[in-house]
Each structure stands twice: as C-alpha cells, then as structure tokens.
C-alpha cells in the first residue's frame, strides 16, 4: 500500500502531532514539500527534524511513484513516434506525458533521504516522528543520523553526496554553510535555512552570505521570503549552488523547443533505442 499524500487527510491528522508551539513549520512543511515536488532532488538533508520531516519524505514517496510511471510512458511514446523515421518534433514534446526532458530519466529516480537530530531540544517534536514515519508507512524513506551538526560529517552515508536539496532548521545555520556548502550539488543544488530575517545574528549572516555572492561571482543564488505576519521563526532563506550549472539547450528563441541531435540521442537512449 502506497503512503498518503501531503494533500491526504489520512496524512495531515497523523502529522498534526509534530506541531510544536514555537517551531513555526506550520506553512513552512508544506512548502518544503511543493519544492521538492517541483526540483525533484535525488539527494535530500535535513538538519532538525519535526514537522517538516514526514513532509519531505511524502513528497519524495510521491515523486518516486510519478517518475517511475512517466518514464515508462515517455519511453513508450519516443519508440512510438520514431518508428516511422519521424523526428523529433512538438507532436512528440506535447504527447502525454508531455515536455518531459530524456536527460532526467536516464536512470530511475530513487531518492535518499538523511535527517540529522540529536534529540537535545525538548521543545521540539523530533523524538516522536519515527512514531508518525512508521503510521504513515514512510519509515523505511529516511536514514535517521542521531547526532549534533557538529559531528555528523563523518557519519552521513556516502551516496548522499553531491547534497540536491538541504533543509536546516537549527540556530547552526553559518556552520553549516562554512563546512557543507562544497558538498551541495554545485548544479543547482538548494539549501533551504529557516529563520534568519528580523533578528541580529541572522541578519549577520545574511550579510554574510551576500558579501559571498559579491566576492565570488557565479557562486550562488539567494532569495529571503518572509512571513510579516509573524514575530518570529518568520522566514526562509533559499541558497542555490549555482558554480557548475550544467546548460540545458532545449529551449529557442519566443519558447519554442529545440530538437537538437543530442536531445534525439538521449531520447533514444531512454527508450532503449540506441545501437
């Protein structure tokens, strides 16, 4: 039996537990879980578990499942079009499922997901969400390392690297940067921190992490979105990984696709068409 949506009522009554008074995740979880939705990341981190954990590993289930439909079908409709010797065209592209890139599924999408607590705040819900994991049947989606920031390097498994998407909800958000951003995905990978806006330190780092931007051109990407209804635990702030980003040619000029020779190959190659 599948695991629930984040959209389930079975899901959200069972998640309701997490919410602690303080954490602010309320609006924060679901969000989390329409970028992962919408980034598909392979590799996911968290720093601080709670609220947002089954959040991430719903969204990651939900991913696997499309992936591996859309897939078969893209491949089913590429052997389709180009058994007459037809090319490439918007016929293909716009064909269920449509505008999907070949590239993605060169390989099954089989996401790992590693969530990093030590248990140390009583205030937080972290120590009861194997309990709401377990009920949901999402348990066996995260490797849970019980440790603090400081010490988990040497202890995250090694498939989990280049990091897609990092999710931080602890005051170590500067730590992590200093000592995790070289393992982030340098191709667009995001690292997603909660809560620096509207208080000094976090402002400092902010600060920081602009002057970054400045020195080192072509590094990364910010955005800070903040909740202005709220007193605190009031924003995130998104870092994208932008010193390798790969070039994705397959849009022209007004929008229109281009069906370029390679985008042929790996079309073929996804389809199990190639020599």
Known sequence: MAAPEVSDPEFRAAVAKLRAPGMGTEVVAPLLAQLVRLYRPRRVLEIGM????????AALAQNEREAAVEAEALAAKTREHLAGEAELDDVWAYTEPPLLAPSFYAEPYRPRFVAVDNLSIEASS???VLDVLTRLGLDDRVQVVNADLHECA???PDDLFPIDLAWVDAWECLYFFEHFWERINPDGGLVVMHYLMTYPEGEAILDYFAEVQRS???ELEMV???????LGQNSITVLRRTSAVRPRPYGGPGGALRYSAGLRREAEAQAGLGG
């Open 50 to 57: 709670g609220y947002t954990t089954p959040f991430l590993a």
């Open 126 to 128: 972290a120590g009861r």
């Open 154 to 156: 040497d202890l995250l």
């Open 216 to 218: 080192r051109p072509g």
């Open 224 to 230: 800070n979105l903040l909740e202005p209804h709220k």
